[in-house]
Each structure stands twice: as C-alpha cells, then as structure tokens.
C-alpha cells in the first residue's frame, strides 16, 4: 500500500540546546547541569550535559548532514543560561548571541524551515533557587528573555515555541520526582503550572504585538499529548480518564489553544483549595494569546481506570487521589523506555484537533523510537540497520495520513531526534537519532533511518507500506 503526503510537507527532526550543545562556554548554569554536578549518580553512566553532541562545535557539518538527507524542517532550543548572561538584568551573553546568531543563519541559509523553542525543561539554577515556576518573578524573568531571543533573531527565525511540553516539568519536578528539584507537592505543581500558561500567554501577546507587521513569523507552544483511555465503559473508568485528560492534557491545550479554562478542572481544584494565585490581568493574557499552529509530540497514550483501593484523604493531595494507571492487556511497549507504542492514537488526535480545537494547523513536533545498545545492529560499514525505527515510523505516519484524508490540517512530521542526543538521566542509554554518535570521537554516521529519510522526498512524499505491518 501506499500513502502520500502533500508537496510542501515538512519532513525533519526535533532536538534541544541542553540535550546537544554541550556545556561549553555558558554562564549560567540550569537545574540539568547543575542536578549532574550534584549528584551524578542519578545518571546513567554519570554522563552529564558537559559535551552532550557538541552541536556547540558540530553544527556546521551537522546542517550538511541535514541538507544531505533532504530534511526540510528542524527544531532546537536557545538556552536561557547560554544568550542571557546576567539572568536578573537580561544582559546578553556575547558568545551565547554569536553561536545562535551563527546556528540559525546557517539553517536560514540551507533553507531548512526552522522552529526555535524558547524552553526545553531547562530553568535556570539561579531562579530555581527563588521558587522556579512558582515565584511569578520567573514569569517576567522569562517573558524579558523571550523578548530579547526575538529582537537577536526574530530577523532570521520565521517560527517560534514558547515552552516544550510544559506539563512535564510539572510532573519532573512537583510530582514523581523525575528532576531535580524532586519536590512532591501538588499545590505548588498547580501553581508551577498555571504560571507557565501565563508566561506562555504574555510572551504570545509580545511575539504579536512585535512582529504584527510580518505575517511570515509565528508562534506555538509544543504539548506532548496523551489522550487518555478507559479501561472499560464503566462509569467510574470513563471518568477517571476524563479528570486525567482535564489535568494532564486538556489544562494545556483548552488554556493554549483556546484560551480558555476547563470548568470541570475549575471545579475540581476548587473543590480541593487547590486553585493556583492568579490576577484577572493574567486570566485577560491568556484569553488573547492565539498560537499562530500547534506542535504536538506523540509518544504514547494513557491507560486509566478508577482507584482499585480508596484514596486516604489524611494522604497529601496528588493525582493518583482520581485514577490510577492501567496495565491494558494488549499493549506493545518499547522495552527500553517502557512506553507503549499505539500509532492510532496519532489518528485520534488528528480528528480531536480538527472537532475541538478549531481545526487548528499542527504539526507532530516528536515522535519517535529510543533503543538500547544499537551497536547490535551496526553492519561492516558502520552503518545502524534500525529497520525498527523505520517500522515506527511507517505506522505512525499511516494514521496521521488517515487524519489528514479526514481533514486534519497537519503540516509536517519531526522525528525526535537528528543525532543521537543526551537524555535527562537517561543520558546515552537510549538512541533516537537517525545518525549516530560515536560517544568517545564524536564521528557522526548515519543510519538507515536516515537515507530512508532522505527518499520520502526524492519518491515526491509517497512512502511504501508493506502488507501487515498496520495492525
Ligand atoms: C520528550 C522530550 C525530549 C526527549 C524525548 C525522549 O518528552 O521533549 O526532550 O528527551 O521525550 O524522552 P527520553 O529522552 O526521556 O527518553
């Protein structure tokens, strides 16, 4: 069979500034760093951020290899602690300035279609140490860094993302304590959380007002999705993945995309004084911030049911007080990241965006496939054999083409990652990329993936998907 995208479609990949720059050359410290000169045992290997990729040093022949292989598209993110010096005062970090100045011309040059994103779980230590998200400081903070990002480059950079999916960060570090700072408390989580919204919304305000005149620039948010499924129809099943969308997704998407809250999730936290500190003037910023497109990473649904054993209400307040995770019997999960792989949710999404959220343009921001020790797969000339990936993909790419036939307005598909990239604790333990990296020389090679990759455009975006490989 064989399914096909439209002309302009942008085909590329995803990565950050702390997971590939390297450490090289910044000021100011962020938690990621700052968590891995603490304690590097909590990382795998104890390989820290300090060299990552060193795209810090490898961008240039980093964009040939892109060019090579046909990608039209690309996303990164600026490190706050890498172009702002003074964190307090906004001062520019003059070697910061020029590496990205350098970075985006080269893109702009090659004509990739580039996303910068603003954030990428990467607070800075010194604000982390005044309360992070929590403190509405940071939000100014923030939106002041932003405004300077885009007087630097906002000539050279058509697309901007304010936040990585924001909800993250949330759950990192106010919740399962993924991150450093580990914190469990919910309340603040919701604060964390509400403050994030609004620096988003303030810094779309800005982006437009700035750039009103040049319809070419525009701006979005990237929101990982995981649409949450029942165990069953029952009653009690349908509404604990109710709460958990409302929580996990739909505060997000309703506030950013909508610009509107939740009544259900209102009431909820109301009903729990858990309801964040908020002005009316923050609540107006969110109204009238509209993204200009949506990113959205995929990865993986949810799998819900109501609490198997009740709630101790003496227990501080999480999540778990309204479901719990479910285990669904016919799962397929990727081992090595334990997640489960349902390229049909893709679909779903696809269809949700279009009736519920104004049909709004998107483009899938990550998707994508980590695997350990790849090595094994390495034949005699060195090149990764990752017909796994490509099989990923395959699927995933067949039912977002099926939400397109349906009338979704997607525009374009960013494989996490380029070049295999360090991992918040996970460090190198799984690969992503479609070219590999050779930890101790830094030696790029790509993999089958990408000269796959590089046909979809050559084969005028029709891709061959072989008999049973969509279930
Ligand atoms: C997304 C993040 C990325 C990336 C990816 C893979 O949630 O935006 O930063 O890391 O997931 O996840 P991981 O690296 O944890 O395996």
């Not at 100011?28 to 104890?46: G, T």
């Not at 795209?55 to 090579?68: P, T």
């Not at 996970?426 to 046909?455: M, P």
Request: proline fraction near 4%; charged fraction near 20%; include cysteine.
């Amino acid at each position: 069979m064989k399914i096909q995208f439209e002309k302009n479609f942008w085909w590329g990949t995803a990565i950050s500034g702390p997971q590939s720059e390297g450490i090289f050359a910044k000021s100011n410290l962020n938690i990621m760093d700052y968590w891995y000169q603490q304690s590097p045992e909590d990382f795998h290997n104890q390989m820290g951020p300090e060299i990552a990729s060193d795209m810090y040093h490898h961008y240039n022949s980093d964009i040939k290899i892109m060019q090579e292989l046909n990608l039209n598209s690309y996303r990164t993110s600026i490190q706050w602690t890498r172009l702002i010096k003074n964190i307090k005062t906004g001062e520019i970090d003059q070697e910061g300035y020029q590496f990205y100045r350098a970075y985006f011309q080269k893109l702009h040059d090659a004509n990739i279609k580039t996303i910068v994103n603003l954030y990428h779980f990467d607070m800075p230590i010194e604000l982390e140490n005044i309360g992070g998200w929590t403190n509405k400081e940071v939000v100014d903070l923030y939106v002041k860094y932003a405004q300077i990002a885009f007087e630097c480059f906002g000539d050279i950079v058509d697309y901007w993302a304010t936040f990585n999916e924001p909800v993250v960060p949330i759950e990192g570090c106010y919740l399962y304590q993924w991150y450093y700072p580990k914190i469990v408390d919910f309340q603040k989580g919701i604060q964390a959380g509400f403050n994030t919204i609004v620096a988003h919304a303030k810094t779309v305000n800005l982006f437009h007002k700035m750039f009103k005149h040049n319809p070419n620039k525009k701006i979005t948010v990237i929101l990982n999705l995981t649409p949450a499924y029942p165990k069953d129809q029952q009653a009690e099943n349908v509404e604990a993945a109710e709460i958990r969308d409302l929580l996990f997704n739909k505060a997000f998407l309703d506030t950013m995309v909508l610009g509107t809250f939740p009544d259900k999730l209102v009431e909820l936290l109301k009903q729990e004084n858990i309801l964040p500190f908020y002005t009316t003037d923050e609540i107006e910023a969110v109204k009238d911030a509209r993204i200009d497109f949506l990113g959205v990473n995929y990865y993986q649904p949810s799998r819900i049911q109501a609490r198997t054993i009740p709630w101790n209400n003496n227990d501080p307040i999480m999540p778990a007080k309204w479901f719990e995770n479910y285990q669904w019997p016919e799962r397929r999960i990727n081992p090595y990241r334990g997640w489960e792989i349902h390229p049909q949710t893709l679909y779903e999404i696809g269809i949700n965006i279009k009736n519920n959220y104004n049909n709004i343009p998107w483009i899938v921001s990550e998707n994508g496939m980590g695997v350990e020790d790849e090595l094994r797969y390495q034949d005699s000339n060195g090149q990764i054999n990752d017909n796994y990936r490509i099989d990923f993909i395959k699927e995933h790419l067949y039912w977002l083409n099926q939400a397109i036939k349906q009338g979704s307005n997607c525009f374009g598909y960013q494989l996490w990652t380029f070049v295999d990239c360090w991992s918040w604790a996970n460090s190198y333990k799984n690969r992503y990329g479609i070219v590999s990296l050779d930890l101790e020389t830094q030696t790029r090679t790509i993999k089958k993936s990408g000269y796959w990759f590089k046909e979809i455009i050559e084969n005028n975006n029709v891709i061959e998907i072989e008999e049973g490989l969509i279930k």
